[in-house]
């Protein structure tokens, strides 16, 4: 369970009877009541914090509230501004998709797969062309080859009603993984 995420008790909002009692440093003050706890909370004016309230007696620390609260939305903002998200990029073509244009598809899916996306490669096929999904696999296929050095296949061309797809996924290079 992550600390940043709990509502804690703090000072009167505390009902147990007993708690066991650690210093702003960490070190255990032993097992106390809850009020004798509180008045020494007092005394070093901080706050007295239920950090695990399942533990036999329940642990509480002394803190101050209001900078541990600050400290934690502070790492949870910066952990959020370094993540990447990995999006789903979608690529669409039909059956009789000339060169050029497959070439230009072909750029921007690889464009994709090198900024870390994933990408979808769709083919659509309507009215007679169902009749010659066997043409879309080879083009899924050919696409799939074109990005090797670049991207693995994570799922086979695969029909679905009147689309045929696949999914590609970026290869990780060592020049990644040390970034991560």
Not at 35 to 55: C, R, Y
Not at 100 to 112: A, E, R, S, V
Not at 113 to 137: W, Y
Not at 142 to 171: H, V, W, Y
């Amino acid at each position: 369970m992550n600390i940043a995420s709990q509502n804690h008790l703090i000072n009167e909002e505390i009902q147990a009877a007993e708690v066991r009692l650690i210093s702003e440093s960490g070190e255990q003050l032993g097992i106390m009541s809850s009020q004798a706890a509180l008045e020494k909370a007092g005394e070093l004016e901080v706050d007295l914090v239920m950090i695990s309230p399942q533990a036999k007696p329940p642990v509480c620390k002394l803190m101050d509230y209001g900078k541990y609260r600050f400290e934690q939305a502070k790492k949870e903002k910066e952990a959020r501004k370094n993540q990447h998200v990995i999006e789903i990029k979608e690529i669409r073509m039909s059956p009789g998709i000339g060169d050029n244009d497959f070439n230009t598809k072909l750029k921007n899916g690889q464009k994709f797969l090198q900024d870390g996306n994933r990408l979808k490669v769709t083919i659509r096929f309507r009215g007679r062309e169902m009749a010659h999904t066997s043409i879309g696999e080879e083009l899924l296929t050919r696409f799939a080859a074109e990005c090797d050095q670049i991207a693995t296949m994570d799922k086979n061309p695969k029909l679905e009603g009147r689309n045929m797809s696949m999914f590609l996924s970026p290869r990780t290079t060592d020049k990644q993984s040390n970034k991560k």
